[in-house]
Each structure stands twice: as C-alpha cells, then as structure tokens.
C-alpha cells in the first residue's frame, strides 16, 4: 500500500510538472523504467485497459511538450535518411501486423499446443504489438526533440544512468551472492525469479548490464567533481556484478565484445587489460566460469539436434535446431516473409514440436533477432532497419572518439547501449520496440541531438564543412 502511494504522488507530481518543465517529467519517467515491469506494480486504473501510472504521465508530458514546443523553439531537425528509415521502421512493423492478420488461426493453433486456455484476440494483439510496442519509441524521440542544451544532454544520460543502476541493484537483491559459487543453481534461479520479480527476462538484464556497465565508464569525465566521477566507476563495477548474477552467458560475451570495441575505437591499453580481467572473472568465480564453458567439456547436449551437434546443442541451448528451422522458412518466401508471429504462421513452431516435443514450448520466437526480423519480413522490410542500425552505429562511433567529454558520453552511451543489444540479437531479443530496449532508444535520441546540434551538423547551404556549435 505504502509503495502505491508513493508512486501515486510520484506520477502525479511529475504529471504536473510536465507543465512547467516536461523535459525533467521525462527524465523521471525514463527512471520509472526500472520498476515499472515489476509485477506489483498497477497495470490498469479504473478497471479501463491501458490506463496506468506510465501511460497517464506520458500523456500529460506529451501534452507539456506540445504547449513548450514553440516557445523553446523546438523543432525536427534529425538528418534526412536517418527520418527516412525511421519512418520506414514504422512502416514495417505495421505491415508485419496487418499482414498477421491473415495468419491468425495458424497462431492460434501454437497457442493451443502450448496449452494456453484463453486465445488472445486480434485487439490484444494490435495493444500488444503497435500501441504498447511503438509507444516504447516515444522517450527517445522526446528527448531528441529536448536536448537543446548541455544540461539537458547531461541529466538525459544521467537518467538512463539511474535506470540502468536501480535495475542493478535489484538483480544483487534477488540474486544472492552465495550463488555465484554454483552456475547451474545461478542460472535455475535467473530464469525464475528476474522475470518474475523485475519484470525484465534475464537476457535484456544481461545485455542493459553489459552495456551500461562499459557506459558508465567511460561517461565519468561528464561529471565535473572527483567524487561524481569516482562514483560513476564505481556505479560500473556495480552493474558488472548484475551482470555475473544474471547467469547470462551472452551477456558475458556482449560484455567482452563490447570492451574490445571500447578499446579499438579509443582506449588501446584496455587491449591489455580485458583479457586479464576475463582470465581473473573466469578463475574466482566459478559460475561465471560453468556458464561460459557450458558445451566445450562433451557434456550432453540438447538431444533434439543430433550426436554430432550435441556439444553445439548445449553452447546455445537448444537454439541451433530453431535457427534450421528457421531458415528453411525464410527460403519460402525470403523476399517478403511471412508477417509478425511469422514463427508461428509459417508453421516453423509446429515444425519444431514435432521435432523436440514439450520442450518446444518453452520457444516462442526464433531466439534469434536477425532472423526473426527476416522471417516475418523478409529482405525488403529487413533491410532498411538494419540499414537504420548501422547508421546509429556509425554516428555514434564518430562522437564517441571526441575530445569533448558531453559529446563522448552521449555517444559512448548510444554506441554501447545499442550495440549490446545487436550483439545480444545473435542469442534473442527482437527489433521490436518494447520495454527492454526504451534506454537504448532514449541514448538513440540523445546521440542525435547532439550529433545534429554539433560541429559535425553542417549548415543547409554550407560548402565550408562542419560548424563549430557546441553540444
């Protein structure tokens, strides 16, 4: 009771204050992220569908921005292409869902094998898939529109600071140390109580981890005082320790391959270092060390895929006879795909619990982003968002190797942020906006603005090259 009043006055409070500055209510409706996944928290008010606490307070933010908009001249200026593909990012998830439309029965029939005894329904379907998916989006589109300012770039990326560390701090609450020691007994417990108690599946803990970990770390020199940057390192060592209780192995992997990109782009002499710090990771913590080494000793692997893949089988937990699967339903229609749920309307899950039987049940999607993505669109919806991706990913590398500490941070943050969940893509996740992915979309909005707002923006109708305007 205490909690939901607290959250009241919290919601109600920067609902309010979104009048007089919708820019900070947006900044702590990004850091209410970090609870608001929890299955305590409301849902619904009034009985009505969709009314809660973090849809009533970006309504009324929407609502200051719209008011403020003209009078701190606040305009779009995001460069062309990257609208463009924005735009048709858009586009192809509500293509993918009219065309799902199509392929209802087929998707009904999983949610029959599975043994679901309630249907969902085209209208659950349209809030799940475009209401509840885009409006994820939204945070990072506002804070592009927002960042007109060095201090408004600085308490952007310090709310997604905040986010990432309270969501930490709740993995090393639930996730008791005494259980590093034992990689089997860490994972069991992941797997049932993250998603259950924070609201987040282990993976996107894993990736957010990870990427926030490498973010933090190279973002203290944003903060003026000795003691804010000495706080900020810390505050990454903190995430890495979320990071090992998650149990997830390719958050591991994000983390190391992240460090490197971190190390190849500015900081050479971590070259030196990570693989001393993974070799000490993987000698005094024993289930850091299980969980990595899963499948390269001959255990026994997944049966489902084969003596001779048996090793292969467990290293991805059984995802290797998914992705066949997979594939083999790309090359039917690799141009166009198969819609959303094409998993399901290709009849690539039925496929698979004939295959592996009930524990087909426990895979809803290809476990792989990319080839979800092709799969349900083929080439043509696939391409301009892994086109969009790798623009962010170029832009942010480019601020990233600055000199300018805000110019940096912002484009460090984006750069890891994003980057943890491509490489994450390879084991799950999705690009389907959702709330696991609303901080990278907020860093996605913060690189813009300061890209755009910079010295590397040149002026329409310039030759001379780029201007001098600081971030």
Known sequence: ?????????????????????????LCG??????????????????GVTGLNPWNVLMLFILIGWFISRKREQLKWDMPGEVTVLLLAYVAVVLIGFVRMTDNIDAIHLFFINSGSEELPTLRSFFNDYIINSLKYVLPGILLFYGCNSEDRVRLGILA??????????????????????????LSRRALRVLDRDIGYHRVD????????????????????????????????????????????????ATWVILGVVVASLKYRRLLFFIPIAVFLVVTLVPAVRERMMEGFG????????????????????????????????????PMTGWGRRGFHASGASDELFETAGPAASTFYHPHNAYLQLVLD?????????????????????????????????????????????????????????????????????????????SRYRKPRGSKDGPTQEAA
Not at 3 to 24: E, I, M
Not at 29 to 46: K, N, T
Not at 168 to 175: C, F, V
Not at 177 to 185: M, P
């Open 29 to 46: 409706l990004i850091m209410l992220m970090a609870i608001f996944e929890r299955s305590d928290m409301p849902r619904q008010m009034l």
């Open 298 to 333: 001959g255990a026994a692997g997944t049966e489902v895929v084969g003596e001779q893949a048996a090793d292969l089988g467990s290293i991805t937990s059984g995802r290797v006879t998914v992705w066949q699967i997979v594939i083999d339903r790309i090359k039917d229609r």
């Open 377 to 453: 669109n083929g080439l043509i919806g696939a391409i301009p968002i892994l086109l969009f991706f790798g623009l962010i990913m170029k832009r942010s590398a480019t601020l990233f190797r600055d000199k300018a500490p805000i110019i940096c941070a912002a484009g460090g943050t984006c750069l890891l942020l994003t980057g943890a969940q491509l490489v994450a893509s390879v084991g799950s996740q999705s690009f389907y906006p959702r709330a696991g992915v609303v901080l990278m979309w907020c860093s996605i909005g913060l690189m813009y603005a300061v890209y755009v707002r």
């Open 205 to 252: 803990l894993a990736a957010l981890m990870a990427g926030g970990s490498w973010a933090l770390f190279i973002s203290r020199q944003v903060f003026k005082s000795v003691w804010q940057s000495r706080l900020t390192l810390g505050l990454g060592f903190i995430l890495i320790l979320a990071l090992a209780l998650t149990g997830g192995r390719a958050g591991y």
């Open 160 to 185: 997604i600071f905040v986010t990432l560390f309270v969501l930490g701090l709740q993995i090393i609450r639930m996730m008791p140390i005494s259980e590093i020691a034992d990689g089997e007994a």
């Open 1 to 25: 009771m205490i909690r939901y009043t607290l959250l009241t006055f919290f919601v109600a409070f920067l609902s309010a204050y979104a009048f007089k500055d919708w820019y900070k209510s």
